[in-house]
C-alpha cells in the first residue's frame, strides 16, 4: 500500500475520495485526507466542505500529513479516532514497527532499540517506514506522541508539564514545539480551547481525570470503530477471571466493569475498565509513574481489539450462509487481547483440557501460594518455585517450568512485533506447547486476524452442529473462504457452541474452557 495517493486517475484514489466525500467515519484512522490548498489534515469524516480532488493528497498516517508540512485539522481532530487496523491485519515490517512504536519502545530504547527488536539496522528500518508510510519512526514517534498528549491536555487536569513527560516527551521545550508545529497551538491554548468550547467529553478521546498523592491517577475514553461488542468482550473477561488478580461487576445485562492491576514499564498500574455505551471503553488507571500512560492505552486498545475494521469483518463473514446468522446475533465481535503475553501463555498452559471454574481455581492458587499479591508470578517467580505449588502430571508441570525458564533467560521472547511464522516457531519448539497453544496466543498476544484452530474441540463441535465439516483437515479447507478474518470466524463458532450455558444471552460466551489438546 503506497505510503500517499495523490492522483486522482487511480481506483485507491477515488476510493478513498468517495469515502471521504460521504464523510464515512468507518475509515477514520485508516488514512488521512490531506488538503493542500488549506495546509491541513483531516479524518475522513471531517464536516467541512469537500475539497477539490485536485488539491488532495491522502496518507496512510497523521506522521506523514505533518512531514509534508500540513497541520491538524482543529474542527475534527483527526486523532482523536481508532487506530489503523492495518497493524494487525499485515505482518509486514511497518506494521510490526508500529505496534512497537504505539507501545512506547522509542521512548524507551530508542530508534536502535526498535531496529534490534526487528532484526533490521536503523537506517533500513527507516528507509522502509519512509518509504510504506511516509515518515521514520522518529516521526512516527513524534506524531504518536503528540495524539496523546493532546488527548491528556483537553481531557485531563494533569499539569502541562506531566503532559509532556506522560506522552513520552523528554523535554517541556520539545513537547511545546511539537504541539506548536502539529496543532498550530500551544499545550495552554489547546487545553483552554477545549475547556471553552466544552466538547472534551463528548467529542474527544478521553474523559476527566485527576492527579493523585503517590503516582498519577487518569480517566480516559478509548474509541472503537463501530460496531463494537464490547460486552461480549467483558463476558469473555469475567468468566476467565482469577481469584485474587481480577475482579468484575455484573449487572442485569451481564458484565460492567473489570478491574486488575497490571506490570508496565516504569511500575505497576491499577486499572479499571467499563464500557461506554457501544462507542468504545473507559479505562481508569492509578500509575506509579505517569511515563506509562502511553503504554497502558496502547495494550488497553489492543486487549479490547478497539482498532479492528468490525464493518469489513461482519460483511466478510456475513457472506457465508452459514456464518450470517452468527454474525447477525453478535455484531461487532472482537478478539480478546492481552494485557501481558508471559501471563497469558502461562494460563493458556495451565488452563488446557480443564474447565474454566477449575482454572480458575488453580490459577488463584499459584498467585496466593507464591505470594505476589494482586499481580501475577512472573517467569522467574513459577520457574523458581513452580515445581512447589502447581499440580498434575509431572510432565505437564516440566513443560510449565520449562516455558519459565525459556522466558526468564530470554530464550524465549513473546514480543508484539513478530512474525506470525517466527512466533509459532518459538513456542512449538518447546516441549508440550503445540500448535494450538501457539496459534491460540497468536490470537491474544499478536491480535492475529487469520488464525484458525481446527483442532479446537468446542470449535469441531460447533461448526458439526452448523452443518460444516467437524473434521480439522476439512474445516481448514472450508475456512479458506473466512480469510483474513478466520481469527473471528473462530470466535462466531465458539460462541455458538451446542453446550447450553446457565444465562444465554446475546454475548454470552459461556463457562466452558475453550481449546483442546496439545
Known amino acids: 500500500m503506497p505510503a500517499e495517493v495523490s492522483n486522482p486517475a487511480t481506483p485507491l484514489f477515488a476510493q478513498r475520495y468517495a469515502a471521504m466525500s460521504s464523510r464515512d467515519s468507518r475509515f477514520d484512522g485508516q488514512f488521512i485526507t490531506g488538503v493542500r490548498s488549506t495546509g491541513i489534515y483531516c479524518r475522513p469524516s471531517c464536516p467541512a466542505m469537500t475539497p477539490l480532488a485536485r488539491n488532495v493528497t491522502f496518507y496512510r498516517t497523521a506522521a506523514a500529513a505533518h512531514e509534508a508540512g500540513l497541520r491538524a485539522c482543529k474542527r475534527c481532530q483527526p486523532d482523536a479516532v481508532p487506530g489503523s487496523p492495518d497493524w494487525n491485519l499485515r505482518d509486514d515490517l511497518a506494521s510490526r514497527a508500529m505496534r512497537l512504536i504505539t507501545d512506547g519502545v522509542i521512548e524507551r530504547e530508542g530508534v536502535p532499540g526498535v531496529a534490534k527488536r526487528l532484526g533490521y539496522t536503523p537506517r533500513h528500518l527507516t528507509r522502509v517506514l519512509v ?3 511516509g515518515a521514520g519512526p522518529l516521526a512516527l514517534a513524534r506524531a504518536h506522541r503528540a ?47 477545549w475547556s471553552r468550547t466544552g466538547r472534551g467529553v463528548g467529542d474527544s478521546s478521553a474523559a476527566g481525570s485527576g492527579s493523585g498523592t503517590s503516582g498519577t491517577r487518569i480517566s480516559l475514553r478509548l474509541p472503537a470503530r463501530a460496531p463494537f461488542d464490547g460486552a461480549g468482550l467483558l463476558q469473555f473477561f469475567g468468566a476467565h477471571a482469577v481469584p485474587g488478580l481480577e475482579r468484575t461487576e455484573t449487572g442485569e445485562h451481564g458484565a460492567t466493569s473489570f478491574a486488575r492491576a497490571v506490570r508496565l514499564p516504569h511500575g505497576v498500574a491499577q486499572v479499571n475498565i467499563q464500557l461506554d455505551g457501544d462507542s468504545g471503553i473507559r479505562c481508569s488507571a492509578d500509575l506509579q509513574s505517569v511515563a506509562d500512560v502511553a503504554t497502558l492505552v496502547a495494550r488497553v486498545r489492543r ?74 508470578p512472573t517467569a522467574a517467580q513459577i520457574a523458581e518455585r513452580g515445581h512447589e505449588v502447581l499440580r498434575g502430571p509431572a510432565s505437564r508441570i516440566s513443560s510449565i517450568i520449562g516455558v519459565a525458564e525459556a522466558l526468564a533467560t530470554g530464550k524465549l521472547t513473546l514480543d508484539v512485533s513478530t512474525p506470525i511464522d517466527e512466533f509459532t516457531t518459538a513456542l512449538t519448539a518447546l516441549p508440550g506447547v503445540g500448535p494450538w497453544t501457539a496459534g491460540y496466543l497468536a490470537m491474544r498476544v499478536l491480535g492475529n486476524p487469520d488464525v484458525m484452530l481446527t483442532s479446537d474441540l468446542v470449535i469441531l463441535q460447533s461448526a458439526g452442529a452448523l452443518g460444516l465439516p467437524a473434521a480439522a483437515r476439512e474445516l481448514a479447507a472450508r475456512s479458506r473462504a473466512w480469510a483474513p478474518w478466520r481469527s473471528y470466524a473462530g470466535m462466531h463458532l465458539w460462541r455458538a457452541r451446542p453446550t447450553p450455558v446457565a444465562k444465554p444471552s446475546r454475548s454470552s460466551w459461556g463457562s466452558q474452557q475453550i481449546g483442546g489438546g496439545r
Open 131 to 133: 518509504a510504506e508510510l
Open 147 to 193: 495524539q496523546t498528549a493532546r488527548t491528556l491536555l483537553i481531557s485531563t487536569d494533569l499539569s502541562v508539564a506531566d503532559v509532556a513527560f506522560a506522552s513520552g516527551f523528554s523535554s517541556i521545550r520539545q513537547f511545546n514545539d511539537t504541539m506548536l508545529a502539529v496543532y498550530e497551538a500551544t499545550p495552554s491554548e489547546l487545553r483552554a480551547r
Open 303 to 376: 486487549m479490547f481489539d478497539l482498532d479492528a475494521d468490525s464493518v469489513a469483518i461482519d460483511e466478510a463473514l456475513g457472506a457465508d450462509p452459514v456464518l450470517a446468522p452468527l454474525v447477525g446475533a453478535s455484531p461487532g465481535i472482537r478478539l480478546p487481547g492481552s494485557l501481558d503475553a508471559d501471563e497469558t501463555l502461562f494460563r493458556t498452559l495451565i488452563g488446557q483440557q480443564i474447565s474454566v471454574a477449575a482454572a480458575r481455581t488453580v490459577l488463584g492458587r499459584l498467585i496466593t501460594e507464591l505470594g505476589t499479591d494482586d499481580l501475577f
